[in-house]
């Protein structure tokens, strides 16, 4: 995400850093180009011009002009700004009172806010919550046939919704049957519309009289920029939104409505959803998104995830095993899967500082097929090659390729470069610096 702003700003930043000071005339001409990266990232026109102004008058004072590192200030700013501009901290979902708790999913069809409700009770699941889907969207049969599914598969209740009734009545009616069968939680898929109408309005604003739900969330298309904003504005004047969720922010989006959304609302952008997958939704950090945007990685992001996804005591019972040198390739595809959990190799290395950078310069681009090769040539070893590699003679290795529908040159590939990586990682093993993540705490 952001990759064509994150390119621009660096290009901005690279022409301040390698100087030993900075002018007025330096600041004016950066932020300048600042300005317009914002704008063509499809971000909000006075937000933009506030945002800039904001930048400037901080940084033509001495926090930067008097600065012994003048560009590394400047970038400092700009990202302490853009940290402010989206929030400054994190906001997390409302659920005080008496339960059952109600979330109230709003937006326009199109939005994914059928598969967000599911993301957001399996979220609310691994909490310790205790999720109840309710469809709501009585004009869509199959929207009620796909919550019901995604439900299935993660399971989780779903109301058992009759059409003929009408949708805040169902709410209601779900209220009831959700506190006695011991959900917490009741997350509500609500109809939407190809555009913005009355008769929306009304039957939003007759559901949230009937519940006074805890949070009435928009899911907003982060593909539609500025259109998303102005989604979020309507349904905030007509209805009193409590936060905004951003779907498909995995995409090419440019940035405008990450950017533009709590300017222009004062609502906080509470989730991002990233991918398709049930357990691709991530709360929204307002610091750590101005970092990726800048170019400066999200580590921490990538660390939280990694303990959330990871299987805890499979991670430990490969650090065992590598701790006593008998890491093989039956281990090491075990970790392979459970890296893939994380995302794509361009969705991980998105996390890491200065990636972006390498990518855009075609130094690094992560070809997913080579993962998909390396699984097949393991899975057709024999479990014996698989637990001694050193086995696997030149027929054997041959017989390996043909099965896997590889060649010999990428079976020996993987051979070396299994043997390097075990090497490596027994010795980081033996100094305690093993790469795996930390449930401790």
């Given at each position: 995400?952001?990759?064509?702003?994150?390119?621009?700003?660096?290009?901005?930043?690279?022409?301040?850093?390698?100087?030993?000071?900075?002018?007025?005339?330096?600041?004016?001409?950066?932020?300048?180009?600042?300005?317009?990266?914002?704008?063509?990232?499809?971000?909000?026109?006075?937000?933009?011009?506030?945002?800039?102004?904001?930048?400037?008058?901080?940084?033509?004072?001495?926090?930067?002009?008097?600065?012994?590192?003048?560009?590394?200030?400047?970038?400092?700013?700009?990202?302490?700004?853009?940290?402010?501009?989206?929030?400054?901290?994190?906001?997390?979902?409302?659920?005080?009172?008496?339960?059952?708790?109600?979330?109230?999913?709003?937006?326009?069809?199109?939005?994914?806010?059928?598969?967000?409700?599911?993301?957001?009770?399996?979220?609310?699941?691994?909490?310790?919550?205790?999720?109840?889907?309710?469809?709501?969207?009585?004009?869509?049969?199959?929207?009620?046939?796909?919550?019901?599914?995604?439900?299935?598969?993660?399971?989780?209740?779903?109301?058992?919704?009759?059409?003929?009734?009408?949708?805040?009545?169902?709410?209601?009616?779900?209220?009831?049957?959700?506190?006695?069968?011991?959900?917490?939680?009741?997350?509500?898929?609500?109809?939407?519309?190809?555009?913005?109408?009355?008769?929306?309005?009304?039957?939003?604003?007759?559901?949230?009289?009937?519940?006074?739900?805890?949070?009435?969330?928009?899911?907003?298309?982060?593909?539609?920029?500025?259109?998303?904003?102005?989604?979020?504005?309507?349904?905030?004047?007509?209805?009193?939104?409590?936060?905004?969720?951003?779907?498909?922010?995995?995409?090419?989006?440019?940035?405008?409505?990450?950017?533009?959304?709590?300017?222009?609302?004062?609502?906080?952008?509470?989730?991002?959803?990233?991918?398709?997958?049930?357990?691709?939704?991530?709360?929204?950090?307002?610091?750590?998104?101005?970092?990726?945007?800048?170019?400066?990685?999200?580590?921490?992001?990538?660390?939280?995830?990694?303990?959330?996804?990871?299987?805890?005591?499979?991670?430990?019972?490969?650090?065992?095993?590598?701790?006593?040198?008998?890491?093989?390739?039956?281990?090491?595809?075990?970790?392979?899967?459970?890296?893939?959990?994380?995302?794509?190799?361009?969705?991980?290395?998105?996390?890491?500082p200065g990636m972006g950078q390498l990518k855009k310069l075609k130094q690094l681009k992560p070809d997913e097929k080579e993962l998909v090769k390396v699984e097949a040539v393991i899975d057709s070893m024999t479990r014996e090659e698989r637990r001694n590699y050193k086995i696997i003679n030149g027929s054997r290795r041959r017989r390996i390729a043909r099965g896997s529908g590889t060649t010999v040159q990428d079976v020996n590939r993987l051979l070396k470069n299994f043997?390097?990586?075990?090497?490596?990682?027994?010795?980081?093993?033996?100094?305690?610096?093993?790469?795996?993540?930390?449930?401790?705490?």
């Open positions: 995400m952001f990759e064509n702003l994150t390119e621009k700003l660096d290009g901005v930043f690279k022409k301040v850093t390698g100087r030993g000071r900075l002018s007025e005339t330096n600041i004016k001409d950066a932020l300048k180009e600042v300005r317009l990266a914002l704008l063509e990232a499809d971000v909000n026109y006075k937000v933009v011009k506030n945002l800039v102004e904001d930048i400037r008058q901080r940084a033509i004072g001495q926090e930067v002009l008097d600065s012994l590192t003048p560009g590394q200030q400047l970038i400092r700013i700009v990202n302490d700004e853009l940290t402010r501009l989206m929030g400054g901290a994190r906001e997390t979902l409302q659920l005080v009172g008496r339960t059952p708790h109600s979330l109230m999913l709003v937006g326009l069809q199109g939005s994914g806010k059928t598969t967000t409700a599911a993301k957001i009770a399996q979220h609310l699941k691994k909490q310790g919550r205790h999720p109840y889907l309710v469809p709501a969207d009585i004009y869509r049969p199959a929207a009620i046939d796909q919550l019901r599914k995604l439900g299935e598969s993660i399971d989780m209740p779903v109301h058992p919704t009759d059409l003929t009734r009408k949708p805040e009545d169902t709410c209601l009616e779900a209220l009831g049957k959700a506190g006695k069968a011991g959900a917490d939680v009741l997350v509500i898929d609500t109809a939407g519309r190809l555009h913005i109408d009355e008769v929306l309005m009304e039957e939003l604003v007759r559901i949230k009289g009937k519940i006074n739900p805890n949070e009435i969330l928009l899911v907003a298309d982060s593909m539609t920029g500025q259109d998303a904003v102005n989604v979020a504005k309507a349904f905030d004047e007509s209805l009193g939104i409590t936060g905004v969720i951003l779907s498909k922010m995995e995409g090419d989006a440019r940035g405008g409505a990450a950017l533009s959304i709590k300017a222009v609302t004062d609502r906080p952008i509470k989730f991002v959803g990233v991918g398709e997958a049930i357990d691709a939704l991530e709360p929204f950090y307002p610091d750590r998104m101005a970092s990726q945007i800048l170019g400066m990685g999200d580590v921490l992001s990538l660390i939280e995830k990694a303990q959330t996804q990871f299987d805890e005591k499979e991670t430990k019972r490969l650090e065992k095993r590598l701790r006593k040198s008998e890491f093989d390739l039956e281990d090491f595809k075990a970790q392979l899967a459970q890296m893939k959990k994380l995302g794509s190799l361009e969705q991980i290395l998105g996390f890491l043997a390097q990586t075990k090497k490596m990682m027994e010795r980081f093993t033996k100094k305690g610096q093993l790469g795996l993540p930390s449930f401790r705490g």
